[in-house]
């Protein structure tokens, strides 16, 4: 089976860098994805991550089984819950999501 | 582009009532999944069909049936509805099922049970 953990909740005034984790148990090395949900809008893809282009994302490794999304000078506008689910090859391979991290952005 | 589109976006239903929420997409996706959110639990999938003609239990699948109507619709059913079914409901659909396709998700359902 895999599962995700996130941080539940992140509460940062307007022009602050926040970095959101995602650290994952898994047998396998899964594709790791991002998903925003802004307030009354459906859930959103933010980013993609693979042991192929992992390099390409601040700060996290899959081999390392952590994912985290790194956003700079957020602004209040950015206030949303943030879902990292994961898909793994050797079990099923629908999503299943965690509760997310709620980022509050204060002006 | 429409996308994935679910209908109705808000719902009330007497406890024992039944409904079905409709889910269409216009992306010639061959995979589609209901999930119901609750706070604090996140996303939990109920029901998923990898391919037209296909549909397999997710992880909270039990007061729910569902129908994979054609290719483009997936239907959730509640045949006897209870409170503890009251939830936001969410569609999705990927191009396939298998790790490493996303999903585009529809508005939503708010479904409050009484």
């Known amino acids: 089976s895999n599962s995700v953990k996130q941080t539940g909740q992140i509460t940062v005034s307007e022009g602050a860098s926040v970095t959101m984790n995602c650290t994952y148990t898994s047998t396998g090395y899964p594709t790791l994805f991002w998903y925003v949900e802004y307030p009354s809008k459906p859930l959103q893809l933010l980013q993609r991550e693979t042991m192929e282009n992992s390099k390409n994302f601040g700060g996290g490794n899959i081999k390392d089984k952590n994912s985290p999304i790194v956003k700079y000078s957020v602004q209040v506008s950015d206030s949303a819950v943030y879902y990292c689910p994961s898909t793994c090859f050797y079990n099923n391979n629908d999503m299943r999501f965690g509760a997310g991290t709620r980022l509050t952005v204060k002006p | 582009n429409a996308g994935v589109t679910q209908t109705p976006k808000f719902q009330v239903l007497k406890t024992g009532q039944s409904m079905t929420l409709q889910c269409a997409q216009d992306m010639n996706h061959n995979s589609m999944y209901w999930y119901r959110q609750d706070p604090g639990m996140g996303l939990r999938l109920i029901y998923y069909s990898a391919s037209e003609g296909t549909t397999d239990k997710g992880e909270v699948p039990n007061g729910y049936n569902v129908s994979r109507l054609n290719k483009r619709e997936f239907s959730l059913r509640l045949e006897s509805a209870a409170p503890s079914q009251t939830s936001v409901y969410f569609c999705?659909?990927?191009?396939?099922?298998?790790?490493?396709?996303?999903?585009?998700f529809g508005s939503g359902t708010r479904l409050t049970v009484v």
């Open positions: 999705a659909s990927s191009e396939a099922y298998g790790q490493g396709y996303g999903y585009t």
